[in-house]
């Protein structure tokens, strides 16, 4: 994130660049700025702003943004689907909260709201430490016996 004065110096440096035969780059300089400062990746400026990703990319990288950033935020629906292949990787294995939502590259509020949510894929050892079980096998040995 860019602060206010930084923001407005980048502002400035698009005021001085003349683009006669393009207008819109000029434009599409300010929404890279305003995204930026709003912390939007690189492809929720060009949706929310509607400009092209060849001009917003131009003032990204004219700016120095950070490359990181330009990646866009996981969706709820891949990050459910990211933490359950991750579970069937790990069956058996004792995990933190926090070291699955490390690899999975989540929040911990999500991954202790997925946790609540599917407990059947986690037995609880202690305290913030679980077990990962598959619940499939569970529930077919629970008919057999």
């Known amino acids: ?4 004065q930084e923001k407005e110096r980048l502002v400035k440096i698009v ?29 929720e400026i060009c ?3 509607s400009i092209t990703k060849e001009d917003a990319e131009y003032w990204w990288n004219e700016f120095g943004f950070d ?15 990211e ?7 790990n069956v058996g294995e004792a995990l933190t909260p926090a070291e699955i939502a490390e ?11 997925f946790i609540n949510s599917n407990i059947g894929y986690f037995k609880k050892i202690k305290r913030g430490v679980y077990e990962i079980v ?6 077919k040995a629970a008919r057999r016996g």
Not at 15 to 43: D, M, W
Not at 67 to 81: D, F, G, H, I
Request: proline share 5%.
């Open 1 to 4: 994130m860019i602060s206010l």
């Open 134 to 139: 598959d619940a499939d096998e569970e529930r």
């Open 67 to 81: 490359s990181s950033m330009a990646k866009p935020v996981k969706k709820r629906s891949n990050k459910k689907e």
């Open 47 to 49: 949706n929310f702003y």
């Open 103 to 113: 690899a999975c590259e989540i929040s911990m509020p999500t991954m202790y709201n």
């Open 15 to 43: 005021n001085q660049s003349r683009f006669p035969h393009r207008p819109e780059l000029g434009r599409a300089g300010y929404c890279v700025i305003t995204g930026y400062f709003n912390e939007k990746s690189l492809l």
């Open 83 to 89: 933490v359950l292949s991750f579970i069937k990787q």
